[in-house]
C-alpha cells in the first residue's frame, strides 16, 4: 500500500513547521518508531557548507521532535548507485528531500538505486516529503529554463508521483507576473499545485490536507481554486 506524500512550499526544518512534521511522524506510528533520512543533494550545486547545513537543521529537528535521524550524502550519479547508501535510505521510514535546484536533483537521482529505494520506502506506506526543489521533483513535469530562442522554459519530465500536475513551491512569495505566465502556458493535461511557504500538502486515504500557515493554489486551464490550511481537496487526476 502506497504511503504518505508530502509537498512543502518552504520552510524545512525550521520551527513554523514543527506541527506538520509531527503529523507526518505520526503516519509512521509517531516518533519513537519514525527512522528519518534527509537527502539534501539538491543543494549541492550551492557548495558543501550548504548541504552540510541541510544536514545539520535536518537532524537537530527532526531529533527534537523524538525520531531516529540520518542523512544521506548523495553528491553524484555514482553516490546514488553506492550500495551503502543504497541501505541507509533503505532502512527509513521517512524520506525528506531538502530544497535547492531541482533539475540537478531529478537529474541525480533518475534511474538510480536510490531512488528506487525511495520509491520502496513509499510503495510500502512510508512517508515521503520534499520541500521546494524537492516538492518539485515529485510532479508529472518539472519547469526548466529554456537555453535557445523562444519561449522562456520547458517542462520538463519529473518523477510524477502526482500525476499530470506541475508543482510551484514558495507560491505567495514569487512574482505574480511570473507566475500568471506559467499558468497560460500549462499543456492542457497539466494541473498546477501552487503551494505557499511554510505551508504542505499532504496526501492521505480522502484525497489531500493542506496543512501550515497558509494555503495552496489548484489551477487548470482557466480555472482556479485556493484552499487554506486545514481545507482537504481531491485532485482530478485523469489527463
Sequence with gaps: MAGTLALVGSGEFLERMRGVDAQLLARVGGAALARVVIIPTASVPDGPQVVARWAELGRAHFSSLG?????????????ADDPAIVVRIAAANVVYFSGGRPGFLRATLKDTRAWAAVRAVYDQGGVLAGCSAGAMILGAKLIAPRLRLGWPWRFD??????????????????????????????????TLLGIDEGTALISDDHGWLVAG???????????????????????????
Excluded at 535521524?69 to 553528491?75: E, G, L, N, R, T
Design 67 to 79: 525520531a531516529a535521524v540520518d542523512v544521506a550524502p548523495i553528491a553524484t550519479r555514482a553516490d
Design 157 to 190: 519530465d519529473a518523477f510524477g508521483l502526482v500525476p499530470n500536475t506541475l508543482i510551484l513551491p514558495h507560491y505567495d512569495a514569487g512574482p505574480a507576473p511570473l507566475f500568471a505566465l506559467v499558468r497560460r502556458s500549462l499543456p492542457p493535461t497539466l
Design 213 to 239: 500557515q497558509r494555503g495552496v493554489e489548484v489551477a487548470r486551464a482557466a480555472q482556479r481554486q485556493r484552499y487554506l490550511s486545514g481545507e482537504r481537496l481531491v485532485l482530478n487526476e485523469a489527463p
